[in-house]
């Protein structure tokens, strides 16, 4: 059970803030963001999702930037409290259309309805958007997506001058369009989540994808829907003995992967099709991981020389492996460097916009931002580092690894890939929008120097 349940801003604004139980004090969030926010008392390490202070155990995870949180003094599973944080913010964002500050504080009251009903005495209830639908009365007031910045999830899908409709982000599961129709559509997301380490000669020594298959669905009377994936889409480690060539010649192997409870596995194992009736809201159809070695987006290459007893040069470069029709979005890299570093001169390409470099001296790391990288192209930064005494050891150990982070829509390294959607008809007119998107994303990119 929980005792209490507020999210914060960024700046620590309490914005929802709820008590179920009476057992915590009232000042529980002001200690907790003091405590998170000044926790980077060695400037390498951010706040653990789990902490103990003062008797009080403290669950927190960070969605579009607002911290939920819950906090008890029962020995709680830790897992169970951030799965039940992110159900909330998955709930709150179906009903409200879309998560931020502004819809939160202007939907107060819709919110505070919602958390009564899915928690009760620190006790959860429900976190089904359908269920909830017949004991929430108050209607969101929907924000006009029209005026927002084009960051968050739905710039996700952004790809050259076509855009991929963002409306199943920024949309309400409740809400009706302007004149009281709805609009019929559905939208299936396969996301993958990629973990690579590289070691210091460019080899792959550990590759990894966590994927999901999200859906979110606007269909009325909830039709029932088949989802049809690859045909050579093989599930478990032994199924690669029965493929040519280490890469399984051209098959998708998933190691593990677990299905929603709304999903039908009658005809999956013959012709890989999974059938459901898609509830209101956003749900995960699939989860699935695959450790077998795949072609990495990109390729880094450090390269590391001393310039004198108080100079070192690094070159980094990075290569994307992807075809040039594909467009990677928000790409950092990042490396750490020797801790007597005083100032570094960075030396970016000429004639390249959208890129900018910067050394943080408070925790001695190289950030290299771009805003987007064309698959095949090839980019190189120079740093020329000044350090504070005669550096007598190998550079090469105090310095790296490199890591980067980047999001690469319509792309999957997987090759994962949805056939067909097909809905099932009330009426011969009836034909709604059905729209697939891909998404890679680096949960840890790793090279070693």
Request: hydrophobic share 40%; aromatic share 10%; charged share 25%.
């Amino acid at each position: 059970m929980i005792s209490q349940f507020f999210v914060l801003s960024q700046r620590g604004d309490n914005i929802v803030f709820r008590d179920y139980r009476g057992d915590v004090q009232k000042a529980s969030a002001e200690i907790f963001f003091r405590k998170v926010k000044f926790w980077k008392e060695d400037g390498n390490e951010e706040a653990p999702p789990v902490f103990n202070l003062d008797g009080v155990n403290y669950f927190h995870v960070k969605v579009v930037g607002l911290l939920f949180v819950a906090t008890t003094r029962n020995n709680l599973s830790p897992s169970l409290a951030l799965e039940l944080l992110q159900r909330i913010a998955r709930v709150i964002k179906d009903y409200l259309g879309l998560l931020n500050e502004e819809s939160l504080r202007k939907n107060f009251v819709l919110v505070y309805e919602l958390l009564d009903e899915v928690v009760d005495f620190g006790y959860v209830q429900t976190t089904s958007t359908e269920v909830l639908k017949s004991y929430i009365f108050n209607e969101p007031i929907v924000l006009d997506a029209s005026r927002l910045p084009p960051l968050g999830p739905a710039s996700l899908f952004m790809q050259g001058n076509k855009r991929m409709p963002g409306t199943a982000v920024t949309k309400s599961v409740v809400a009706h369009e302007p004149g009281g129709r709805k609009r019929e559509e559905i939208f299936v997301d396969i996301i993958e989540k990629i973990s690579v380490t590289f070691s210091s000669s460019g080899y792959i020594l550990t590759s990894e994808i966590d994927g999901t298959i999200q859906m979110k669905s606007y269909l009325t009377g909830n039709p029932e829907i088949k989802l049809a994936l690859n045909d050579d889409l093989s599930i478990g480690r032994g199924s690669i003995s029965n493929y040519s060539g280490s890469s399984g010649a051209g098959a998708v192997i998933l190691d593990d992967c677990n299905f929603h409870e709304s999903v039908h596995l009658d005809s999956f194992d013959v012709d890989r099709t999974l059938t459901l009736v898609p509830s209101d809201g956003e749900f995960p159809v699939m989860n699935y991981r695959i450790t077998q070695e795949f072609k990495p987006p990109f390729i880094i290459n450090t390269l590391i020389e001393e310039a004198g007893s108080l100079k070192a040069e690094v070159v980094l470069k990075i290569r994307a492996e992807f075809p040039s029709s594909i467009t990677a979005n928000t790409i950092l890299v990042e490396m750490p460097l020797p801790s007597c570093t005083t100032r570094v001169n960075f030396e970016l390409e000429s004639g390249i916009v959208g890129q900018t470099a910067d050394f943080k001296e408070s925790n001695k790391k190289l950030e290299w931002n771009m805003k987007k990288i064309v698959g095949g192209s090839e980019h190189t930064l120079r740093a020329k580092l000044n350090f504070s005494q005669e550096w007598h050891g190998n550079i090469t150990k105090e310095a790296g690894p490199v890591s980067m982070t980047f999001t690469i829509p319509m792309y999957n390294p997987s090759r994962l890939q949805v056939k067909y959607l097909q809905i099932a008809k009330k009426t011969k007119a009836y034909n709604p929008y059905r729209w697939v998107r891909y998404v890679t994303q680096a949960n840890s990119y790793v090279a070693r120097i």
